[in-house]
């Protein structure tokens, strides 16, 4: 109820499905009293027709009664979490076996509820549904896709995009995933000793529809749960990636991952120009040397032409390669502000380079330091902050991509 005592408007559909052909009363009417003070509309159905109701609904919750022949019921659960793993799938059963309950969370669903219904399971279960939502926002809120780029070679851009993303899937526990947009020399793979089967080429070679499912197949678990979609192994496959297939992965990688950490090389043409627009932030990384800070005054204004606001630009600032500008004149003559310096410490950078490995945490003043404090920034700048997501790819990937 509002406070002017008129029932508030239902901000939600729970759609109820019964095997196709189920007759009985069914659990629907006591439910809808039940599911009211949590602003939700019934709707039932039959398991034919969920799937369908799902999408054009764009419902977040779901029940799924069992009948007789639990196999249908099952694979329906299954079916419907491996196409949305967002969705929060209710399995309603009048087996109370610990076999069927496994059975059950393992297909996918978030909760398993006994027939005949109790309210009172119901409205735990809502609760607990309600409180998942309030704070991750809704199941399918957009993820953050952060760009780094290098004004200059061999600055430590790479270094900074995989320790970047790995401390955000360490620190925050989120789903978080690499992109590797330096299609040629693409060495994020052995900067975290993977050898990847497939890589960005897929999406260019790909005959069908690029939906989640075929990206999940294109990209590579390092046994830290951190998600990688590589560079094409082969040189020459890199000229068939174009902006169309960075702008269709990132997309997709939004909306399964709550970041998506992009490393870029040193050519600006279609897919890094992609990137560009994509991103939620662009980390532009530059040295203080003369042609460092010159370079990223010419970023900066080639970001102005392209209609890429400021405001979405980080300034980063390396001291790995000493420089004689100062951090003002290199703010002043860039246009932003820095937002972090990273100190030059060649031992935690080659070290994890040739281990293959992220940096240890961090050693006070260190490069691992920085780039944690560069974490907590961009982390604490909004968004979900503990947003579950690509259940899916958890599940594509059970056994861990070994070297
Ligand atoms: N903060 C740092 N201090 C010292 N050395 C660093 C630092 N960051 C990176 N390096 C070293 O600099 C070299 C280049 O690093 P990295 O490959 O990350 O740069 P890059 O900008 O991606 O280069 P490229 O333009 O070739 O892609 C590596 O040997 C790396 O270990
Ligand atoms: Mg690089």
């Given at each position: 109820m509002t406070t002017n005592g008129t029932m508030a408007p239902e901000e939600g559909t729970l759609l109820w499905a019964r095997p196709d052909g189920a007759t009985g009363p069914g659990s629907v009417e006591p439910l809808r009293v039940a599911v009211r003070e949590f602003k939700l509309a019934v709707h039932a159905c039959t398991y034919g027709e969920l799937p369908e109701l799902v999408r054009v609904r764009r419902c977040e919750l779901v029940g799924i009664e069992l009948g007789e022949d639990a196999e249908a019921g099952v694979a329906l659960i299954k079916r419907l979490h491996e196409r949305l793993p967002a969705l929060n799938?209710?399995?309603?059963?009048?087996?109370?076996?610990?076999?069927?309950?496994?059975?059950?969370?393992?297909?996918?669903?978030?909760?398993?509820?006994?027939?005949?219904?109790?309210?009172?399971?119901?409205?735990?279960?809502?609760?607990?549904?309600?409180?998942?939502?309030?704070?991750?926002?809704?199941?399918?809120?957009?993820?953050?896709?952060?760009?780094?780029?290098?004004?200059?070679?061999?600055?430590?851009?790479?270094?900074?995009?995989?320790?970047?993303?790995?401390?955000?899937?360490?620190?925050?526990?989120v789903e978080t995933a690499l992109v590797d947009l330096d299609l040629q020399r693409g060495d994020v793979a052995a900067f975290l000793n993977l050898t990847p089967v497939n890589s960005l080429a897929a999406l260019a070679n790909a005959t069908g529809t690029v939906d989640e499912i075929f990206l999940a197949g294109t990209l590579t678990r390092h046994p830290s749960g951190l998600f990688l979609l590589p560079a094409p192994s082969e040189i020459e496959e890199a000229d068939a990636i174009?902006?169309?297939?960075?702008?269709?992965?990132?997309?997709?990688?939004?909306?399964?991952?709550?970041?998506?950490?992009?490393?870029?090389?040193?050519?600006?043409?279609?897919?890094?120009?992609?990137?560009?627009?994509?991103?939620?932030?662009?980390?532009?990384?530059?040295?203080?040397?003369?042609?460092?800070?010159?370079?990223?005054?010419?970023?900066?204004?080639?970001?102005?032409?392209?209609?890429i606001p400021r405001e979405r630009v980080d300034l980063i600032v390396t001291q790995a390669i000493p420089g004689p500008v100062s951090l003002q004149d290199a703010a002043r003559a860039i246009g932003k502000e820095v937002f972090q310096v990273l100190p030059r410490d060649e031992q935690a950078a080659s070290g994890a380079m040739n281990a293959g490995a992220p940096i240890a945490a961090g050693r006070e003043g260190g490069l691992g330091t920085a780039i944690a404090e560069l974490a907590d920034k961009v982390a604490g700048r909004g968004g979900a902050p503990k947003a579950k997501r690509g259940h899916l790819l958890q599940r594509i990937f059970t056994r861990e991509t070994r070297p």
């Open positions: 799938i209710f399995a309603v059963s009048d087996d109370p076996s610990v076999s069927l309950l496994r059975t059950l969370l393992e297909a996918g669903a978030s909760d398993v509820l006994s027939l005949p219904l109790s309210s009172q399971e119901l409205h735990k279960a809502l609760i607990k549904f309600s409180q998942v939502r309030s704070k991750t926002g809704p199941a399918n809120a957009p993820g953050t896709v952060l760009t780094v780029y290098g004004v200059r070679g061999g600055l430590g851009a790479t270094t900074l995009a995989v320790n970047l993303a790995a401390r955000l899937h360490a620190t925050l526990e174009g902006h169309n297939e960075v702008e269709v992965a990132l997309r997709l990688l939004r909306s399964q991952f709550r970041y998506a950490v992009v490393d870029t090389g040193r050519t600006i043409s279609g897919p890094a120009l992609a990137a560009f627009e994509q991103s939620d932030r662009l980390l532009m990384l530059t040295d203080l040397s003369v042609p460092g800070v010159r370079a990223a005054r010419r970023i900066v204004e080639l970001l102005d032409r392209l209609s």
